[in-house]
Nanobody, 121 residues
């Protein structure tokens, strides 16, 4: 499956962004979809994951209550709505596909190219 992430940009602290990840090439509903991020000088970290049906989600503690992951299987797209953004949310955000509902990035076989999110204070 091929993944194309978009929607990043520059936003002030307290603002919002919505990231999108469009999938192609395989049946989208076969995959659990996740979002990860990597800040400069830091390791890639888990952000959120959603099951193939959308009925189950999981979030990193650092984003819980501020970010919402969702998917539209008719559009082969997964979203990450990010509200109340903080400077520490600044990172390159990646979408990824897995056959397992997991937080570990090693469980994800397919990755998008990443989209930059910058939050200014």
């Amino acid at each position: 499956v091929q993944l194309q992430a978009s929607g990043g940009g520059l936003v002030q602290a307290g603002g919002s962004l919505r990231l999108s990840c469009a999938a192609s090439g395989r049946t989208f509903t076969e995959y659990v979809m996740g979002w990860f991020r990597q800040a400069p000088g830091k390791e890639r970290e888990f952000v959120a994951v959603i099951s193939w049906s959308g009925s189950n989600t999981d979030y990193a503690d650092s984003v819980k209550g501020r970010f919402t992951i969702s998917r539209d299987n008719a559009k082969n797209t997964v979203y990450l709505q990010m509200n109340s953004l903080k400077p520490e949310d600044t990172a390159v955000y990646y979408c990824a596909a897995s056959v397992r509902f997991a937080r570990k990035d090693s469980e994800y076989a397919y990755w998008g190219q990443g989209t930059q999110v910058t939050v200014s204070s």
